[in-house]
């Protein structure tokens, strides 16, 4: 019986945490392939794994996000993987949880595995956390490759924008939100499952401030959605 191969993608600019994150990922999974996929103005002579630098993109108009920064850096780094299961990260993301290849394959699932954070309740449509996946690695390059780029004519958070045309333009589901949401997506634990240590939630206090109020829901989908976004134009 073939062994199933595991592999790690951290995508995103060089951060102070990516070294250390992918020398812990090194440790936890040494039998695992790790990639990083960043831009090709970054000093990556000092990261210890392989990396895949691209152009950054064009900036989109009126409205600019880093939805394509995302869908272009994933695409690069994907295509240069062979694992059978990949974890799509990012490169300011600890991922505490030696064994989160075996909660996987424990599912015995298809599905695209993301962390739960308690906050993105199912009541908003096509809301699904973008900066962790789970998937088989064909899952994964039919979501990002598949993926259209935006083209900058709409407001929209880069979970929500993601998520909606996965689901609609790539699955060609309309089926209603709460029967396609489990089609299509396993949430897991965010502390427990995934043990997640997400470097602007530590230090940025403007993102910690956000967060709260989602949890304490004082702020409307579309408010957070955008709150969100401008948030992640500052960090990538």
């Given amino acids: 019986m073939k062994k199933v191969t595991t592999g790690i993608l951290l995508q995103g600019r060089k951060e102070n945490w990516t070294i250390p994150i992918v020398e812990e990922h090194q440790q936890n999974f040494p039998d695992s392939e790790i990639v990083v996929s960043t831009w090709d103005y970054e000093d990556v002579s000092d990261i210890p794994c392989k990396v895949i630098q691209t152009k950054l993109p064009e900036p989109t108009s009126p409205y600019q996000s880093t939805k394509n920064y995302q869908i272009i850096g994933c695409r690069n780094g994907l295509k240069e ?4 299961i990949i974890l799509k990260t990012r490169t300011d993301i600890f991922m505490h949880n ?78 209603p939100w709460n029967i396609v949401r489990d089609e299509y997506y396993l949430g897991k634990r965010y502390h427990e499952d995934f043990q997640i240590e997400f470097e602007k939630s530590v230090y940025l206090e403007r993102y910690q401030d956000i967060l709260l109020s989602a949890s304490m829901e004082d702020v409307s989908d579309d408010r957070l959605f955008k709150l969100l976004d401008a948030s992640n134009m500052k960090t990538k």
């Fill in 81 to 84: 993987m062979t694992s059978d």
């Fill in 98 to 175: 030696p064994n989160i290849f075996k909660i996987f394959l424990a599912e015995n699932t298809d599905k695209i595995i993301f962390p739960d954070s308690g906050f993105a309740k199912e009541s908003r449509d096509y809301w699904i956390a973008d900066y962790v996946q789970l998937s088989t690695r064909k899952n994964l390059l039919d979501y990002w490759n598949l993926m259209p780029l935006h083209d900058g004519t709409t407001n929209e958070a880069v979970e929500k924008y993601l998520t909606r045309n996965y689901v609609l333009k790539i699955k060609n589901d309309d089926r």
